[in-house]
T-cell receptor
Framework: AQSVTQLDSQVPVFEEAPVELRCNYS??????LFWYVQYPNQGLQLLLK??????LVKGINGFEAEFNKSQTSFHLRKPSVHISDTAEYFCAVTTDSWGKLQFGAGTQVVVTP | SQTIHQWPATLVQPVGSPLSLECTVEGTSNPNLYWYRQAAGRGLQLLFY??????ISSEVPQNLSASRPQDRQFILSSKKLLLSDSGFYLC???????????FGDGTRLSIL
């Protein structure tokens, strides 16, 4: 079975600074990877996905992530954050034909002026 | 375009009362459907998923059940709620195998 580890439970960052959220997974077969963002009291919104092809994936709101098969990682990055990026971010992986997602525990990003 | 609707947005129920949360998807057919629960400060736990009408799979034993009476309708139910059923319930759909899931806005359920 696959598992997902988000290494940081909370990441404080200043406005306009870069941010990286770390995600590692374990799986013995090919994976499909996703990052979601959740604003307070809302559902999850898809930021980006890796299904196949280029290992550098660009998503919405200026986020990007890089799939590294050898390190089993899918870290999320943004070169310059805004106050509005304050939210919780979830990494998710699936290898199942049903498309069931295994979510990480989440990383809370707090952007301050 | 496809949309997903969940209601109600918030719900306060006494222990031992029944529950019915509804989720509907528009703009697609034969979606995969999912119910998740998110407890405070924790990640998402998959409760049920469905690949078609009347086909429900349960991920964890619990006090809840799910039904799919129509292609784009997914209902989460309980006959008698427990305090431990409190949480944020999310419905999601995906168009097919290994495709991204798209989430509704959630229902915050508080049990008193």
């Amino acid at each position: 079975a696959q598992s997902v580890t988000q290494l940081d439970s909370q990441v404080p960052v200043f406005e306009e600074a870069p941010v990286e959220l770390r995600c590692n997974y374990s799986s013995s077969v090919s994976v499909y990877l996703f990052w979601y963002v959740q604003y307070p009291n809302q559902g999850l919104q898809l930021l980006l996905k890796y299904l196949s092809g280029s290992t550098l994936v660009k998503g919405i709101n200026g986020f990007e992530a890089e799939f590294n098969k050898s390190q089993t990682s899918f870290h999320l990055r943004k070169p310059s954050v805004h106050i509005s990026d304050t939210a919780e971010y979830f990494c998710a992986v699936t290898t199942d034909s049903w498309g069931k997602l295994q979510f990480g525990a989440g990383t809370q990003v707090v952007v301050t002026p | 375009s496809q949309t997903i609707h969940q209601w109600p947005a918030t719900l306060v129920q006494p222990v031992g009362s029944p529950l019915s949360l509804e989720c509907t998807v528009e703009g697609t057919s034969n979606p995969n459907l999912y119910w998740y629960r998110q407890a405070a400060g924790r990640g998402l736990q998959l409760l049920f998923y469905s690949i078609g009408i009347g086909q429900i799979s349960s991920e964890v034993p619990q006090n809840l059940s799910a039904s799919r009476p129509q292609d784009r309708q997914f209902i989460l139910s309980s006959k008698k709620l427990l305090l431990s059923d409190s949480g944020f319930y999310l419905c999601a759909w995906s168009p097919g195998l290994n495709q991204p899931q798209h989430f509704g806005d959630g229902t915050r359920l508080s049990i008193l």
